[in-house]
């Protein structure tokens, strides 16, 4: 038996078990420890110091003889054609193996190419004779606020492994191999997010889903009838105004860009974690980009100043195994401000928009102040958690999703 195998019957036997897990990798790695939780003589900042640039690893680590890394130009449309036909069909699927995201060519274009980017953080592997792309990772640059220190990261994602080549310990070497190359650029520390508990989350989040076409999320099984309920009055629970409330609601537009990035600047500096966005940064991340990333403001009629903000990005999944229905499409929220508009208004424009838009549901995190209209604006909890960790920068204590002021893809 190889050692996979063994080590997969073995993890098994500990989960059967409930035996505390062991996680070979992560216990190298300098990440808070399980171990360590609750141990406040530990201060808030960086686990290890920095290594002088001229001791970091200068060639790529070791893979399997079968295999060779490969940088991904997400430039060229053909190698954006095969990153997304590798996550399209080995990338996150819900526990029931029913939807897999379909993240589109256009998104990974926009969530790969920031301000400052560097094409050597988009890591493939191929199959040495075939040159099948099997394996990815990534990361992109940003300046993270922690309390009061603005860090420069990496926010890492888009890891996958295809499904033939599971189980062989190839995340590490992807994980490693995305450090160094890290490390080279001289940043230290990393932000990612998953939906598995590793050593160790800063946070933990719950999905919120709020239904826009409850017909179609009944039929595919993403959600079902309510006790009492028929389908009919289910569709009447969740229906919308055709029109936004809020008088001044608008498309943002790259004119916005300064207001929205004081606006936004403000609104985050509350949370304890939050991206420290420039105006560069707001261009990019929140201009609407069709089927990408769609976000709206409103401006008083009456001053012309711009007092609120919201924003979501679009992130289909496919669902595997229905007759009716290939794709589910959901909308993310993503940065939303609040300061005359009340929350609850805004949340439900969004709402209205994104139904006109052709959404099946809006998905959210009960991160910043979301819990104040979650469950007024009918949506539901999710199945699926989110953990937030750091990389080599450890938090007092973890915190809370209302603290948390950071959305990852
Ligand atoms: C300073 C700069 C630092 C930059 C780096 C910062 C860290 C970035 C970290 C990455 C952030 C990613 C953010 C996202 O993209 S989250 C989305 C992750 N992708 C998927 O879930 C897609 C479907 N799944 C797969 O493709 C594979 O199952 C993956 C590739 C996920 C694991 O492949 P495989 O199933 O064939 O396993 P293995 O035998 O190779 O390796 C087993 C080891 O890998 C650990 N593992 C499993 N899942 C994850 C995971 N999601 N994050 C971190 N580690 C993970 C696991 O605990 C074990 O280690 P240990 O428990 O024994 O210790
Ligand atoms: C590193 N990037 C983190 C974000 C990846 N994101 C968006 C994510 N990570 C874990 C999740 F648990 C999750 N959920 C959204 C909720 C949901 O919609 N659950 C049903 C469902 C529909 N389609 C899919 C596809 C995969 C998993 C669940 N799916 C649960 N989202």
Sequence with gaps: ??????????????????????????????????????????????IEPPTPLSEVKQEPYNLPSQYEWTTCDMDSEETCIEVY?????????????????????????????????????HIGVRAKTSKKLVAFITGIPARIRVRD???????INFLCVHKKLRSKRLAPVMIKEVTRRVHLENIWQA????GVVLPTPISTCQYWHRSLNPKKLIDVGFSRL???????????????????????????????????????????SQFVVSPDFDENDVEHWLLPTEDVVDSYLVESPKTHDITDFCSFYTLPSSILGNQN???????YSYYNVSTKTPLLQLMN?????AKKKDFDVFNALDV??????????????????LHYYLYNYRTRNALRASELGLVLL
Excluded: C
């Design 325 to 331: 229905y290939s794709i589910l499409k959901a909308a």
């Design 191 to 194: 932000a990612y997010t998953a």
């Design 149 to 155: 220190e603005v860090v420069k990261m990496a926010e």
């Design 349 to 353: 424009d969004a709402l209205i928009v």
């Design 1 to 46: 038996q190889d050692d996979s195998s063994l080590e997969n019957m073995v993890r098994r036997f500990q989960d059967s078990m409930s035996l505390p897990k062991r996680h070979k990798f992560w216990e190298t790695q300098p990440v808070g420890q399980f171990k360590d939780v609750g141990d406040t003589s530990l201060p808030e900042g960086p």
């Design 85 to 121: 036909n590798l996550l399209k069909n080995n990338y996150v699927e819900d526990d029931e193996n029913m939807f897999r995201f379909n993240y589109s060519k256009e998104f990974l274009s926009w969530a790969l190419r920031p301000p400052g980017y560097y094409k050597s953080w």
């Design 226 to 268: 309510g006790p009492r309920m028929t389908m009919s009055r289910t569709i009447k629970l969740y229906k919308l105004p055709d029109q936004p409330v809020t008088p001044g609601f608008r498309k943002m537009e790259l004119r916005d860009v300064p207001a929205v990035t004081r606006l936004l600047r403000q609104y985050l």
């Design 368 to 385: 910043m102040h979301n819990e104040s209209f979650l469950k007024e604006l009918k949506f539901g909890p999710g199945d699926g958690q």
